[in-house]
Nanobody, 121 residues
Framework: QVQLVESGGGLVQSGGSLRLSCAVS????????MGWFRQAPGKEREFVAA????????QYADSVRARFTISRDNAKSTLYLQMNSLKPEDTAIYYC??????????????WGQGTQVTVSS
């Protein structure tokens, strides 16, 4: 069974930075496409970023492109989300997700429990 555990969330001022991590159990992390999603209070969960198995292909939501960077370390079975120039509207619970397929798709099989990110103005 694959388990995903996020960390790195917290409270930060507008314009600040945070780096989220997602530790993934299991030996086949390097075969999975991975992604980050977020859910703000009263809103539906939305896509943030995704990365293919090798890290050479990434996708971003328009709202975070050029501010956020998704990356992965397959040797450490860990997914990252570097978030810069944070805005109050980035406040949400951030979830990491995984897919047994190596390439980015619209379906996600595994989900973490989430980590809270709060950006104060």
């Amino acid at each position: 069974q694959v388990q995903l555990v996020e960390s790195g969330g917290g409270l930060v001022q507008s314009g600040g930075s945070l780096r989220l991590s997602c530790a993934v159990s299991g030996r086949t992390f390097s075969r999975y496409a991975m992604g980050w999603f977020r859910q703000a209070p009263g809103k539906e969960r939305e896509f943030v970023a995704a990365i293919n198995w090798s890290g050479h292909n990434t996708q971003y939501a328009d709202s975070v492109r050029a501010r956020f960077t998704i990356s992965r370390d397959n040797a450490k079975s860990t997914l990252y989300l570097q978030m810069n120039s944070l805005k109050p509207e980035d406040t949400a619970i951030y979830y990491c997700a995984g897919n047994r397929l190596p390439h980015i798709s619209s379906s996600w099989e595994f989900w973490g429990q989430g980590t809270q990110v709060t950006v104060s103005s």
